[in-house]
Structures are given as structure tokens and as C-alpha cells.
């Protein structure tokens, strides 16, 4: 199934896409840690398959975040070879890991803003995990994909003076607001029969910069839930985003950064698209 949230900033509602790609309402309060633990996604299901859930009338609706803010965005660095190459990055022997803050989430086309005293705003393409229930110390790759409640598209901006050049933590390059754009939707874990052969592209002003694939990551999808899980718990709702392909503005000839008035748009097979235009903050 694909999920989603509609409507305006902070009064958004759950809804999911039928076969025809309609919007249905789903009867539920959020899509959230909550919705996953107590079962939301089966009675969804099952609703849909008896036809029990109304037509949403699309015209004019705001796309939303398709998981109401999570309790924390993990996010995994330096995770494509290639992505680790243009950095001028070693490949990591473990995953490199960094926290990003629950207000940067945003929705798929909304404004991206570059940060006051930004020169080196970038794009990040990612598949985002969202986790469905709680998860700590996973023993085996089958347990880690087996607590996946879904997946979506996440945009992981960076401004990388930030994240740096000034003191050297992440953190600060990563949490500004408007930085974690999600969705359109979140795709239900049953129906990515693998998430390592998902194509992923982001375009900047409609010229193609990222031009990837999930099946380069170098740590994959199982083990980076089960190793996240060894040192942290990971609860219903948390989003973890896996790391990007080769094609960010850093590792480019001219470093071509975000400005106000550019146009991001980003998608993963079978997980939509995204567009986000740049404004200023």
C-alpha cells in the first residue's frame, strides 16, 4: 500500500492511494508509531480491499510527510562507494552515523529553505526507512527487515561549511530547517520485494546529478537497522535514512550549491517523486 498525509502544515490527515490511484480516507488519527504497533496498517488493508474507505477529493491538497514527526531521523554517512569517493573519504569499515533533528522533516514538495549565512546548501537522495516497531539489539539480518514498516524518499540536504568546516559535527550541517524533505508516500515493506535494486536520480534545475542505485550501498538496508539497533533503540515511527550515490554538489567540478530559485527533483523506483524549489531563509 502506499500512505499518505494531506492537507495543510500541522492539520495534515492519513489517507492511502487505492489501485486506481485515488486518495481514500483511512479512518485513523495519525500514521505513526501508534498506527504501526496497534496493527494500522492491516486494518488499512483490509478496509481498502472491502471498499469501505471514502474518496478523498485531491484538487488543491498539500502533500504531506507521509509519518507524522518521528521520535528521530538516523541517518547513515559516507554509505556508496562512489558517494564516499568524491568526498575524499576512505569506504568505512562501520556505518557512519549521525542524528537528524525531527523538525527538518518536511513534506515532498515543499519549500527547502538554505540556511542564513548558507554558501554550501546541498541535495542528497536517499531511501528512507521507517521502523514499525521496536527494535534493540537485532540478532540477524531476517529480524532487522522484519521490524521495516516501510519505505519512502527522503532528500537528506546538507550545508556542508556547516557540517565541516565548523567544529566538525555533523549535526549542525544537517538539522536546519526544511532539510529532510519525505514521501510522497510511505510504500509498505510487503511491496518492495527487494530494496537493494531500487534506481534512484535527483535533478537540479532539470539536469541530472544523482544517478544511482540501492544495490551500491556497502552496508545494506538489513544490516544498517541491525546495527543501528546494537546502540540505540529504534522505535515505531523513527526514520533512518541510508546514505546517497555520487553526484553531490561537494564532489563536483564548480561545487554548483543550492540557491534561492533552484528546483530539486528526486525519485526512487517504485517509491514516486518528489520537487522541492529553493527558497531563502
Not at 485513523?28 to 472491502?50: K, M, N, Q
Not at 537528524?100 to 548558507?118: F, H, I, Q
Not at 544517478?211 to 533512518?240: C, H, W
Request: aromatic share 6%; hydrophobic share 40%.
Amino acid at each position: 500500500m502506499k500512505l499518505l498525509r494531506v492537507g495543510p502544515v500541522g492539520h495534515e490527515r492519513p489517507v492511502v492511494m487505492d489501485d486506481d490511484g485515488k486518495l481514500r480516507e483511512i479512518g485513523e488519527p495519525e500514521i505513526d508509531g501508534a498506527f504501526f504497533v496497534s496493527g494500522g496498517v492491516a486494518r488499512v488493508r483490509e478496509a481498502l480491499e472491502r471498499g469501505d474507505l471514502p474518496v478523498v477529493e485531491e484538487e488543491g491538497l498539500r502533500v504531506g510527510a507521509p509519518v507524522a514527526r518521528p521520535g528521530k531521523i538516523v541517518c547513515i554517512g559516507l554509505n556508496y562507494s562512489d558517494h564516499a569517493a568524491e568526498s575524499g573519504a576512505e569506504v568505512p569499515e562501520e556505518p557512519v552515523v549521525f542524528m537528524k533533528a525531527s523538525n527538518t522533516m518536511v513534506g515532498p514538495y515543499d519549500e527547502v529553505l538554505v540556511p542564513r549565512g548558507s554558501v554550501k546548501s546541498d541535495w542528497e537522495v536517499e531511501l528512507a526507512v521507517v521502523i514499525g516497531r521496536e527494535a534493540r539489539y537485532l540478532r540477524s539480518r531476517e529480524e532487522a527487515l522484519d521490524v521495516i514498516a516501510g519505505y519512502a524518499i527522503s532528500n537528506d540536504v546538507s550545508e556542508r561549511e556547516f557540517q565541516l568546516e565548523r567544529g566538525g559535527q555533523w549535526d549542525k550541517g544537517k538539522s536546519c530547517e526544511t532539510f529532510n524533505p519525505l514521501g510522497p508516500w510511505l510504500v509498505t515493506a510487503d511491496e518492495v520485494s527487494d530494496p537493494q535494486r531500487l534506481a534512484m536520480r535527483l535533478w537540479v534545475n532539470g539536469e541530472l546529478r544523482q544517478d544511482g542505485d540501492t544495490k551500491n550501498m556497502i552496508f545494506d538496508v538489513a544490516e544498517v537497522v541491525r546495527y543501528l539497533s546494537q546502540f540505540m533503540v529504534l522505535e515505531p515511527g523513527d526514520v533512518i535514512n541510508t546514505g546517497t550515490p555520487a553526484g553531490v554538489a561537494m564532489g563536483m567540478p564548480g561545487q554548483p550549491y543550492l540557491r534561492a530559485g533552484d528546483v530539486m527533483e528526486l525519485e526512487i523506483e517504485g517509491l514516486g517523486r518528489q520537487r522541492q524549489t529553493v527558497g531563502q531563509a
